[in-house]
């Protein structure tokens, strides 16, 4: 990791890809990464750990499935949200968005437990394929 300051705008223009988070930085054992996304990822879930996220640019929105029903909530930019661990939830952004998250070094992005990964996924890692 960099000792420098890093400006998000240009790790962002750095890679293309959709729904592939890049590890920016670091804080003790957890992973800052940054994202492109747009259209829906899939349905999954954390058993073990919360997952943080700021909206840097568009609109994010995250369905939820939770023990009172199913809901969504919406991210404008500049907007936070903590997804708790254990709770299944699937992002999307009709429009597009950059996404910064918090989350333990090494999470998958596609959770411990999901919906069936797409052919242009990653399923190890959760990661867009370059096609």
Do not use: C
């Amino acid at each position: 990791m960099s000792n420098e300051p890093i400006r998000l705008s240009k790790a962002l223009a750095s890679f293309d890809a959709l729904w592939s988070p890049r590890v920016v930085t670091r804080v003790n054992d957890y992973d800052v990464r940054i994202a492109k996304v747009e259209g829906e990822h899939i349905w999954h879930v954390h058993d073990d750990t919360d997952e943080f996220f700021l909206v840097l640019d568009g609109e994010l929105h995250i369905s939820l499935r939770e023990p009172a029903g199913e809901r969504t909530v919406l991210l404008p930019q500049g907007a936070v949200f903590t997804v708790p661990r254990g709770t299944e939830h699937k992002p999307y952004a009709p429009s597009g968005a950059a996404i910064l998250m918090f989350e333990p070094a090494g999470t998958p992005t596609v959770g411990d437990r999901h919906d069936e990964i797409p052919d242009h996924v990653d399923a190890t890692t959760g990661h867009a394929l370059n096609t």
